[in-house]
């Protein structure tokens, strides 16, 4: 178990709607990472909070967002969902000292 | 920028055999980490091993090790008395500092494990 939450495992809504996506990180983590991974592909870096704050942001649509809340968690809100947003989400968490990254479990989403 | 590359798609090993997975990645940074992450069927990310770059003794974690060669870039991982729980995808990733002055992780496009009984 490596301590970063992510829910809810599986999620599947249509074309055209919104939802989100819950991470909460090992205790102690201040960064979030956000990933995509779509069938059979890498991992696409979507965004990164620290503390709080954005400090990075990859090959993250405009029809999503994220934020990180006060106590850590982080959501990551997608829209207008099309079908080639289906794919594995993941949230993973560091201290940003010597630890290296800890991945959730992931939230599999299913856009029809 | 930094960029990681696996040129493997795909290997194959017998079982109780070893194999190497290789990794070269560009950087004109002295001072990083360097992971191997492994992707089982059920999709969890689950870190294999890392190497500090300052340090020159290569990291080892039971069955597995790393091959990793500082001026040549290269990172290799090592697996040995391969298992069929060893198949998997296996990513290796890259850490830097960023500008904004915490860490970027950077990944390669994978390697496919396959292990054969």
């Known amino acids: 178990d490596s301590g970063v939450t992510q829910t809810p495992k599986h999620l599947i809504t249509a074309t055209g709607q919104r939802v989100t996506l819950r991470c909460s990180p090992r205790s102690g983590d201040l960064s979030v990472y956000w990933y995509q991974q779509s069938l059979d592909q890498g991992l696409q870096f979507l965004i990164h909070?620290?503390?709080?704050?954005?400090?990075a942001k990859g090959n993250i649509l405009e029809r999503f967002s994220a934020q990180q809340f006060p106590d850590l968690h982080s959501e990551l809100n997608l829209s207008s969902l099309e079908l080639g947003d289906s794919a594995l989400y993941f949230c993973?968490?560091?201290?940003?000292?010597?630890?290296?990254?800890?991945f959730g479990n992931g939230t599999r989403l299913t856009v029809t | 920028a930094q960029t990681v590359t696996q040129s493997q798609p795909e290997m194959s090993v017998q079982e109780a055999e070893t194999v190497t997975l290789s990794c070269t990645y560009d950087?004109?940074?002295?001072?990083?980490?360097l992971f191997w992450y492994k992707q089982p069927p059920s999709r969890q990310m689950i870190l294999v091993i890392r190497?500090?770059?300052?340090?020159?003794q290569n990291a080892t974690e039971n069955r597995f090790s790393v091959n990793f060669q500082k001026a040549a870039k290269s990172f290799s991982l090592k697996i040995s008395d391969s298992q069929l729980g060893d198949a998997a995808m296996y990513f290796c990733?890259?850490?830097?500092?960023?500008?904004?002055?915490?860490?970027?992780?950077?990944f390669g496009t994978g390697t496919r494990l396959k292990v054969l009984a």
């Open positions: 993973a968490s560091s201290v940003d000292g010597d630890s290296p990254l800890h």
């Open positions: 190497q500090e770059a300052y340090k020159q």
């Open positions: 990733a890259y850490r830097s500092l960023s500008n904004s002055g915490t860490y970027k992780y950077i």
């Open positions: 909070y620290y503390n709080g704050e954005e400090r």
């Open positions: 950087t004109s940074e002295s001072d990083y980490y």
